[in-house]
């Protein structure tokens, strides 16, 4: 079992080339150790930033930095980057179109026994709503180390959400089918003349992955893919995939509005309807509770998205609850 959660793929891949590049500027908001980069901060102290619980000013920090040649990756848990600092990632970062990478940790229901006020169940519709910001929940840490690699050689902004627990291994080192902003497919079982799509991005690839295993041994056609470009979002990869299938189910570590079930039924709609089924948390105040413990009870899980899946093929009451 990966004992490597992603943050720590992102610090490993800055380190290294930090070694280089003496513009990567690390910033943080009182959270190197939840991100992870306290041995950048300690191998590259004249590249590392302490602004404390203040994420507006480390926002505008990394945008006057990037305006004069630095890199600044912004590192802050998911919950508060996304929202204290919303304006400035907005006007600072995006609207002057300066190379600011934002880094949201412990995203989604991470923080699950800290409660509402610690889960960021809104980022990806409120980041995706900001003209030139990008989003990405890349899936494993194979992935996010190949995400980073590249985010390093553009100039342009992008948040990035992370969770705070490793994830088990999805791709590997040596097998890691990686293209920026082009969605990542696997296909499962043959036999099945009715296909099914599960469409999903950051932690929840595993378990969607895991569930078309399950499928598959049970006869159906399933492809997964792993949608970890929210914005910009790989309409191409999504329609090729949907001509012959009968459902498609989104799987997100979010609220149900604005984020990735949202994109899939626009643009499914727009382009080759068929029956799109989304699971999400609830809009509501989610549950306290360790995050494994809590897509349990929302059945964000390998049985309850196969069983969704199985429902909305052959019929029956959906999971709307989910």
């Given at each position: ?8 793929a ?21 959270s ?7 041995p950048f ?109 590249n ?20 791709y ?10 082009k ?26 992955i ?113």
């Amino acid at each position: 079992m990966n004992k490597i959660p992603n943050r720590k793929a992102i610090c490993d891949v800055l380190l290294e080339n930090a070694k280089e590049d003496k513009d990567i500027i690390a910033l943080c908001s009182d959270s190197r150790g939840s991100a992870s980069m306290t041995p950048f901060f300690e191998q590259y102290p004249e590249q590392a930033v302490e602004v404390g619980i203040a994420e507006q000013n480390l926002v505008s920090i990394a945008a006057g930095m990037a305006h004069v040649g630095k890199k600044p990756y912004c590192f802050s848990p998911a919950c508060f980057i996304s929202t204290r600092s919303y304006e400035q990632a907005k006007v600072d970062v995006a609207y002057s179109n300066t190379n600011v990478k934002l880094i949201g940790i412990s995203g989604g229901i991470s923080y699950g026994e800290l409660g509402m006020s610690h889960h960021s169940a809104q980022d990806i519709a409120a980041m995706s709503a900001i003209p030139n910001m990008r989003v990405y929940l890349p899936s494993d840490r194979f992935q996010t180390k190949k995400l980073i690699e590249n985010l390093l050689q553009d100039e342009k902004p992008a948040y990035v959400r992370v969770g705070r627990n490793p994830v088990e291994d999805i791709y590997s080192e040596d097998n890691v089918p990686f293209e920026m902003d082009k969605a990542t497919v696997s296909r499962f079982g043959l036999s099945n003349e009715k296909k099914a799509v599960i469409v999903s991005c950051g932690e929840m690839v595993r378990p969607s992955i895991d569930a078309a295993k399950i499928l598959e041994n049970k006869g159906y056609r399933v492809t997964v893919i792993d949608m970890y470009c929210l914005k910009p979002f790989d309409k191409n990869t999504l329609i090729k995939e949907a001509e012959d299938a009968e459902i498609i189910v989104t799987v997100e570590e979010h609220a149900p509005f604005g984020g990735l079930g949202s994109e899939v039924a626009s643009v499914i709609s727009a382009n080759r309807p068929c029956k799109v089924v989304q699971m999400a948390l609830p809009d509501d105040h989610v549950i306290t509770g360790k995050s494994k413990d809590v897509f349990n009870y929302y059945g964000m899980n390998a049985e309850g998205i196969a069983g969704t899946v199985e429902e909305g093929v052959y019929g029956g009451a959906l999971l709307s609850q989910h």
